[in-house]
Every structure is written in C-alpha cells, then in structure tokens.
C-alpha cells in the first residue's frame, strides 16, 4: 500500500523527523552560541535591541553572515527578531550577558572551546576502548593541559564560578547547616560556594581547600564577600590529605570527575582525616537509576566526563555504594535540594 504526502503529515512523521534533525544538529547550535558569547553580541544588544547592521559594526564582522547567525539563534530560543534585521534577547539568551547575575557567559565560552569540540569528536575512540578521548586528542589530561595554558585555565576556573553560583544560593537556602562551627569546602575552588553558606549563617566560619591553581581566586572571591576574616584558603591534594578541623565537609561537583578507583581514594583521604562527629555533604547530579527524559543535561555532563576527564555521573545506589565501601553511612539524599543538584549527607560509620 502507498504512502501519500497527506498520509505522511497526517502520521506526524514529518515531526519526528524534524525532531531528529534538530537534534543532529545539535553542535550547530553550540557553535553559534560559542560564537555569540566570544563576540559578546548578547552584551552588546542588552535589554533593548540592535540591528544586525549595528552589531557588525561593534563586532569588525560580515552583516551579512552575522545576520544569518542571528537568525539561527532565533531559531533556536537564543534571541528574537522584532523587526526585520533587529535583534533582542529572549530570557535564554539574556544570561549570556556577562552583567547578568545569571550569567553563563563564561561558561558558554569554556565549553564551546575547541578543546571541548575536538574531545567530542573523537568520541567512537572513548566508547570503543573506554579511553579518554580528551587525553588521545591532545595527548595529555585536560588539567595539565590547562595548567600550561593559563588564559584558558583562568576562563575554566570563572566558567565553573558561574554554574556554582545557582546551586550554591539554593544549597545555603536548602540545607540546614548548624549556627556554629566550621565548614571546609573540599575542591572549593575560588570559594563562591562557601561565600554563599557563610553569608546566609553568620556565625559559620570556614575553609576553601583545592590545588594551588583551584583555589588562586579564592582571597579575590572571598575579600568581595567580606569574608576574609571568617574563611581560610588553604591548598592541597585530596588524594593526600584534607584538613582535620571541620565540623562540616563539603564535596561539590568534584566526584563527576573522577572514575569510581578515584572517587574511592578521595573519600579513603576524607575518611581518615576528618573528625569522627564531622557531617559529610556531597552535592552534585544523582542520577535515575534508568534513564529518562527529565534531565538531559545529567546526561550530557556524564557522556562530558566520561569524553574528558574519564569521570562521570552516578545514580544514588552508586553513591550509596562509594561511601559505605570507604566507611561511611548515607544519612539523607536530598534530590534537588540545591536547585538541579542534590545533596548526599553522611557520616562517618562509626558515629551512624
């Protein structure tokens, strides 16, 4: 029996094939958005709006084609066009904004980085060998890679401060930490996290601990906040050792990075140096345990580690499974408890 073109649209097919393709090319749209925020077109456009003339006048490009781009980003959710040739943002686009105090500016310009991009397409190498298709890319793991080149280092480290910043507000709002003691951000970064925490409990006081390069912006970070007197920076590896003098431990965002051997070793570290009535927190993505269509960013970020770093995403019987194996009791999971990340609370398993 043959299919007519009526039989075909009446069937939705043609929807599902624009579905499908909109989602082949899916790296088109990262590369225009890359561009976008490496043009700053999103800072030049504003609250108001721009001609297509206007911008690639501000931005030395082809009208032309930057009006071409702009039109796929209006496509895709990213802008509008009120006119013909004019351009204004959409509340999607606005956070690409670097004065937006939602910005993922930084962060659009990180993970549109060529590094990202040239990883991703080797990505049959990591699914065929289980090898990280970062480290046969550029023949090196993306840390020392980005120990050798600072301006994209320092651009990783702000990239990571603005998608800390959500779920750092949403954590000091959602977890109730005590009234008094001492709270150590493990991997803490430039210290946006625990900047959050303190703020919302005056009478905490804290510690930033990450390498030497981790924690390079943390004095900035903290000295803005009016921290300074309440948050020591300390440096080091976690592999080795942590402090000893919290009452509270934090693990944001770090454990996604690492391979079940790793995430062992660090909580093993964790685990005989923190004091026996210290509560441990980690925050970050749990997964389903099957998979589903609710959070598809939980799924990129895990196919992302697994591509880079050789980490990736765990479900809560996996997290579950880490922290009794290295001596610890999972008191609570609190599934977006810290806007889309959640928050794991144990405790040493002799204190359970």
């Known amino acids: 029996m043959s299919t007519t073109p009526q039989d075909v649209l009446a069937t939705g097919t043609l929807d599902l094939r624009a579905a499908l393709i909109e989602r082949i090319g899916g790296y088109m749209t990262a590369h ?9 077109l999103a800072d030049l456009i504003g609250t108001g709006s721009r001609t297509s003339r206007e911008l690639a006048d501000a931005t030395a490009t082809h009208e032309p084609s930057l009006r071409r781009l702009l039109r796929m980003l209006v496509a895709v959710g990213i802008a509008e066009e009120p006119a013909p040739g004019r351009f204004a943002l959409t509340d999607v686009g606005s956070q690409l904004r670097s004065d937006s105090p939602d910005s993922l500016h930084k962060f659009a310009r990180m993970f549109c980085h060529p590094i990202f991009f040239t990883s991703w397409q080797s990505l049959r190498h990591t699914v065929t060998t289980g090898e990280r298709a970062f480290d046969h890319v550029h023949e090196t793991g993306i840390y020392d890679w980005l120990a050798r080149h600072g301006e994209t280092s320092t651009l990783f480290n702000e990239a990571m401060s603005e998608e800390s910043r959500l779920s750092a507000a949403q954590l000091a709002a959602g977890y109730d930490f005590p009234a008094a003691g001492t709270v150590v951000d493990l991997g803490g970064g430039d210290g946006t996290l625990l900047a959050a925490i303190l703020q919302a409990r005056p009478g905490l006081r804290g510690v930033v601990f990450d390498s ?21 920076v300390r440096s080091g590896d976690f592999f080795q050792s942590v402090p000893d003098d919290g009452d509270l431990y934090i693990i944001k965002s770090v454990f996604q990075d690492w391979g079940d051997d790793e995430a062992r070793a660090i909580l093993r570290t964790v685990r005989s140096h923190i004091p026996a009535s210290a509560t441990l927190l980690i925050v970050g993505t749990v997964l389903p345990e099957t998979a589903d269509t609710s959070a598809p960013v939980a799924y990129f970020t895990d196919v992302n580690m697994m591509v880079t770093t050789g980490g990736q995403e765990r479900t809560e019987g996996e997290f579950r499974a880490l922290l009794e194996e290295t001596g610890f009791t999972v008191r609570s999971v609190g599934v977006g408890q810290a806007g889309p990340l959640s928050v794991i609370e144990a405790v040493p398993a002799s204190a359970a």
């Open 212 to 232: 030497p390069s981790g924690v390079a912006e943390a004095p900035v970070t903290l000295g803005k906040a009016g921290l300074a007197d309440r948050c020591e």
């Open 32 to 40: 225009g958005i890359g561009v976008a925020a490496e043009l700053g």
